[in-house]
C-alpha cells in the first residue's frame, strides 16, 4: 500500500510541544499581540486565562497587569497545569488553577478580562462556556476569543478534489470547527455586546511550517485509514512543488454591557 512508509506518521505530536510549536509561527506572535491590544488589559486589572495550557501567555499578560493586577490561569488537564506551574513560579501574581471553562472556579463580578484562545472549539458547550464568562466579569469587563474556522482551510494543488476531501477530513476532526465564524452570534446570545471583529488570515507557504501546525502526513495518513478517498501522489507532490495553504481565525472582543442574567 502506497501508505505504508507512513503509518509512524499517525502519532500524535507531546500536547505540550505542539501548543508550543503552534504558539511560535509568526502569525500566531502577531494574532497575540492584536488580540492583546484590542483585549485592553491595564495595571491593576484581575484576568482570566481560560484553557491557559502550559501558560503559553500567562506571562504577557502578567506583564500587563504588573505586580497591582493578577492573572489566573484556568485548565482542566493536570500535565498542561504541571508545567504552567514550573513556567510561572517566579510570578507571584499569577495563579494556576484546576476547574472546567463550563462551571468556572470564580465568583460573580470577580475580574475584569477573561480570555479565550482556541479553546471554545473544542468544548462541548460554547454557549455555556461564554454564559459563565459574562457571570465572572464586571460590568464593561471584556472577554477576547481568538478562534479558527477550519470550514475554510484550504490546500492549493491542482487536485482540487483529493484538497477538499483531505480538508473536510481535518475539519470534522474539530467538535466546533467553525466556531470562530459563530463567534459574534454566541457573544450577543450569551449577552454581550461585540466590540471588534478581526478576521486573520492564516497562510503556510511551505510545506514543513504546514507540518508543523496542520500535521499534513499525520493527518493524510489518518484520513487514508477512515478510507477517505486521497490520491496516492497528493502529498508527495505537495512536500516538492511551491506550496500555499491557509484558513481564517478570527478574533472577537465583547464587553459586558451590565444587568448579566
Not at 477538499?164 to 457573544?187: D, K, P
Not at 504546514?210 to 502526513?217: D, K, M, T, V
Request: charged share 25%; glycine share 8%.
Amino acid at each position: 500500500m502506497w501508505l505504508r512508509g507512513w503509518m509512524d506518521a499517525t502519532a500524535a505530536p507531546h500536547p505540550i510541544e505542539y501548543l508550543d510549536a503552534a504558539a511560535g509561527v509568526r502569525v500566531a506572535l502577531d494574532y497575540k499581540r492584536r488580540l492583546l491590544s484590542a483585549f485592553d488589559v491595564r495595571a491593576g486589572h484581575a484576568v482570566l486565562d481560560v484553557g491557559c495550557g502550559p501558560g503559553t501567555d500567562l506571562g504577557r499578560l502578567a506583564d500587563a497587569v504588573t505586580p497591582s493586577g493578577s492573572v489566573v490561569g484556568l485548565d482542566n488537564d493536570p500535565a498542561m497545569l504541571a508545567e504552567a506551574r514550573r513556567r510561572l513560579a517566579d510570578r507571584p501574581e499569577v495563579s494556576i488553577w484546576s476547574g472546567d471553562a463550563h462551571a468556572l472556579p470564580l465568583a460573580d463580578a470577580s475580574v475584569d478580562r477573561v480570555r479565550t484562545d482556541r479553546v471554545l472549539q473544542h468544548v462541548a458547550d460554547p454557549v455555556g462556556v461564554l454564559a459563565e464568562a459574562l457571570r465572572v466579569l464586571r460590568p464593561s469587563g471584556l472577554l477576547a476569543m481568538a478562534e479558527p474556522d477550519w470550514d475554510t482551510l484550504a490546500v492549493a494543488d491542482e487536485d482540487v478534489a483529493t484538497s477538499r476531501v483531505w480538508a473536510r477530513f481535518v475539519a470534522a476532526q474539530v467538535r466546533n470547527a467553525t466556531v470562530g465564524r459563530q463567534l459574534v452570534r454566541l457573544a450577543v446570545g450569551a449577552g454581550f455586546a461585540v466590540r471588534t471583529v478581526k478576521a486573520v488570515p492564516v497562510v503556510f507557504r511551505d510545506f514543513a511550517g504546514a507540518e508543523q501546525i496542520l500535521g499534513l502526513r499525520r493527518t493524510t495518513a489518518r484520513a487514508v485509514q477512515a478510507g477517505v478517498p486521497i490520491a496516492p501522489e497528493w502529498l508527495p507532490r505537495l512536500e516538492c512543488r511551491p506550496f500555499l495553504a491557509g484558513f481564517t481565525l478570527y478574533l472577537v472582543v465583547a464587553e459586558h454591557v451590565g444587568g448579566g442574567r
